[in-house]
Every structure is written in C-alpha cells, then in structure tokens.
C-alpha cells in the first residue's frame, strides 16, 4: 500500500509547468489535491514514471491560480481553488448556490481543505458531484499547453469512467461557471456513499415573466459512464408551468430514458433508478420552492 | 531528476531536516523517520480518517500527502496536543466521556476535532456529525465522541479563557 517509484518535479511557474507536461507528459501526471492521485498510487493502481506537483504554482498575469474570481455573468476557478474554499466561499453561495450545496457532499471536510475543484473536475468521476453540476450548468474548461489552448465543454470534456479529454500534456487551468439569473431556483439531493454519491440529481429551474418555465437544466451523478444530462426532461418542462404532475413526470422520462445505470455489489441498476427518480423530483420540488420564496 | 529530497520542516514546534525519498508517505515519515507513532495507518487511501494530522492548522490525510510536500510546512499530530505531559481540554473530554475503546480512531479524531475548536464556530449536534463524518469509529458507536467534542466547543463560548482551548501548530495550549 505504498506508492511505487516516480521522478517528481514542482515547477513554481506556469511556463515551467507546461514545459515539464510537454516533456513527460505521456508518463506523467499532475499532482493538485491528490486526493484522487494519491489512493491510485497507494495502491498501485496507476504507476506513472513521473509526478508533477503543481502546488507551488505561483499565479501570473494570464492566470489566476487559486482565487475564486468572479465577473457579472461568471466564476472563475483556478488549477489550485480548494473544494473548501469553494464550499465556504459566500461568493460562490450568492453566485452560484446550486455548486456551493454540492460541494458539501464531495469526501469529507478533511478531504476537501486539499482537494481541487479542478482535480475533481479532471478526475473525471461521473458518480462525483462537481462532474455533475459542472455539467448542467455547462462549464467551459480551459486547456493549456505548452503549444496552446482550448476551450471545451462538458460534452466534450467528460467521455467516460474516469476518462476525460486532458491530453497528458495538458493542463486543466481554469474552468467558468455561468451564473444564476434572478428568476432561478435550485435543487440538489444525494444519496451519499462517502466518500462519493451513489447517485445524485441536481435541477436548475429559471421561469419567464408570465411564471413559466423558460429553461430547465436538469441531470444525474451516478448513472451513467458520465454525469448525465436529462435533456428529454428539460424539453418535457421548458414553456410549460410547472406542478405537481409535471415534476413527477418530468423526473419519470429522466430517470427511465436518460440513463445508463449499472448492477454492482453495491445496488442494483433498479434500485439506483428509484434512487434517481425520487432524488431529481424533489430537486425540482426544491427549485420552485425557492424561486417561489423569492416573489 | 529528483526522486530524493531535502526537506525542512517543523512538526509540534520542533524542527527537522531530513532527506527523503519523494514516494515516502508524509504518515510513514512520521511515523517512521520520526517516530510519532500515534498518527495511524488505517486504510491508506482516505477515507477512514485515522492518518490525520493538522499542516498549517488544517486537517490533512497523512496518507495522502508526500513527505516531499511539507517542505517549510508546520505539522500538528496527536502528541502536540498536551503540554507537559497535561492533556488538554478535548482529550480530557474524551477521557471522560469514554470516547475510546480500542484507541486506534482516536488520534485522527482528535485532530479533526481540534480544527473545529480552533476555528471557534458555533455548531450543533448534526453540523459535527456531518463534521466528523470523515473519521470512522468501530467501537464506541461515535455517541461519547459527539458528546466529548460538543462539550468543549459549547465551553469555548461560555468560558472566559475560550482562548487556551485553541492549540497552534506549535502545539501544547497557545495561552
């Protein structure tokens, strides 16, 4: 239970940082958190030649390394923003609620004063709650390189069980959350297997003047080889007023059409269907219950 | 090329410097190259708690950190927390309350829990739960636990020396 022998650098500046990915990049890893990494490597699961320890990255003027920043219609977060920062940030509770609720759920408080939102993100877990709310809320991930950038999104940054589009010379190096409008309610249930969900639904409810529904944003952890998107779902609720049936109805499509659950020792595909079912209807309860305590 | 480094760093206020192999675990430096033994090996991968110790007065996973990383680092185990030989105010209470059978949680319980009483926050019964819900137990059934910890953070907001119950990461009371 001990990692196995690796070469380890820690480049204090971005360009070093990229240089040494460029180098190792296809035997190396980044260190961040670790929080991730270091059970791999503990237990040999993963044997990289080299780690790159990014925690003594200093910020320079083309990134922020790890203050939350934040524009009018955006967050920001850097290689090396700790999941509790992010969770006690009053920023990130104004700006953006439905995160700052999820992270509450990720590890355990222990865990998370070392633990990056970025890591999380390209650890690539699709039973992990950032992978899920960075999802629905359609984050841009920026990729950096010695040689470039790239912007991608969800969908293209998430392709499967722990399997993300992060070339091995690339850098996870900042990731933008769009921000909650002023008619949107929230909601976010889980059932928690710490250190991870079992399964997880969150909702994102935003209504028009007239009361409607004018866009759902609605999807689940835990079901699938990445978070997955009820898209069926949110069509079932958009330009309609949303009640009780509705929601029963809407959560129903989610849990039985969008979703690709397995059978472990764990549950059973079944029981993490009732599971996603139960959990996504009282996550769009709780949205209109908030937007409704808003009026 | 490094797979050995020079590290500096000062654990319950004393100062070390040692070489280290980068892959050493910062538990299996403690507990080895330095001999603290009380910090535990539990599951090594995080998610019983038992390795936990304070590194600049937050609560870590011993296990999941590299000796290599806590270069210029301050480190608080399980034997910081007395002073001369005095326990201090969270393991007399957990002395009294019987919050350890077998002991071998109780370290990394200890730790945590000290984050909290040093931060200072008011919480309630289920906020420490969920606090705590990162260490695991398998004796006491975690109640005397509970009952231990909220006995000292309810006292840090009724008695007039609240400050001594904070321990820094030279160890022993700040007071």
């Not at chain 1, 922020?64 to 940030?89: A, K, Y």
């Not at chain 2, 301050?74 to 393991?91: F, H, I, M, Y």
């Not at chain 2, 840090?156 to 400050?163: C, I």
Request: include cysteine.
């Amino acid at each position: 239970m001990k990692p196995p022998p690796f070469e380890y650098f820690e480049p204090t500046d971005l360009e070093e940082a990229l240089q040494l990915l460029r180098e190792y990049g296809d035997d190396g890893v980044i260190l961040a958190g670790g929080q991730s990494l270091l059970p791999l490597l503990n237990f040999r699961l993963t044997q990289p030649e080299v780690l790159i320890d990014i925690n003594r990255l200093e910020s320079n003027s083309s990134l922020e390394v790890s203050h939350i920043q934040s524009t009018q219609s955006e967050l920001r977060f850097g290689p090396l923003t700790r999941q509790r920062e992010l969770e006690v940030s009053s920023l990130v509770r104004k700006s953006c609620p439905l995160l700052s609720e999820a992270a509450r759920y990720v590890g355990n408080p222990t865990i998370r004063n070392r633990g990056t939102f970025a890591g999380s993100l390209a650890h690539g877990d699709p039973a992990g709650e950032f992978p899920l709310i960075a999802t629905i809320l359609g984050a841009e991930m920026l990729l950096l390189s010695e040689t470039g950038s790239r912007r991608l999104t969800p969908e293209e940054f998430f392709l499967g069980h722990l399997s993300t589009a992060l070339d091995g010379y690339e850098l996870l190096a900042q990731i933008h959350i769009p921000c909650s409008e002023a008619l949107t309610g929230w909601g976010f249930h889980e059932l928690d297997v710490t250190p991870r969900a079992l399964v997880a639904a969150a909702a994102q409810v935003t209504l028009d003047q007239e009361g409607k529904c004018s866009e759902a944003r609605l999807g689940f952890a835990g079901m699938g080889p990445v978070p997955m998107r009820a898209r069926k779902a949110e069509t079932l609720l958009e330009g309609q007023r949303i009640d009780k049936a509705i929601i029963l109805e809407a959560a129903h499509v989610a849990a039985i059409q969008e979703v690709d659950p397995i059978s472990d020792e764990v549950a059973s595909a079944s029981y993490r269907t009732a599971l996603a079912e139960t959990f996504l209807a009282r996550a769009i309860r709780d949205a209109m219950a908030r937007l409704e305590e808003r009026h | 090329m490094a797979t050995t480094k020079d590290i500096r760093l000062k654990v319950n206020g004393v100062e070390y410097a040692r070489s280290v192999d980068v892959r050493t675990l910062l538990l299996d430096f403690i507990r080895e190259e330095l001999q603290l033994t009380g910090t535990h090996a539990g599951c090594e991968h995080g998610v019983c708690g038992a390795c936990t110790v304070l590194l600049n007065g937050k609560s870590v996973r011993s296990c999941l950190l590299l000796a290599a990383q806590v270069d210029r680092e301050e480190v608080l185990t399980v034997e910081g927390l007395a002073t001369n030989g005095q326990l201090s105010k969270l393991q007399n209470a957990f002395w009294n309350h019987h919050a350890l059978q077998c002991g071998f949680c109780t370290p990394g319980f200890l730790m945590t829990a000290q984050e909290l009483i040093n931060k200072g926050e008011e919480m309630g019964e289920e906020d420490l739960r969920e606090a705590l819900a990162g260490n695991l137990c398998r004796c006491t059934g975690y109640q005397t636990i509970i009952e231990a910890v909220l006995e000292v953070l309810s006292s840090k907001f009724l008695s007039a020396d609240a400050e001594s119950d904070s321990i820094d990461s030279t160890g022993g009371s700040s007071a």
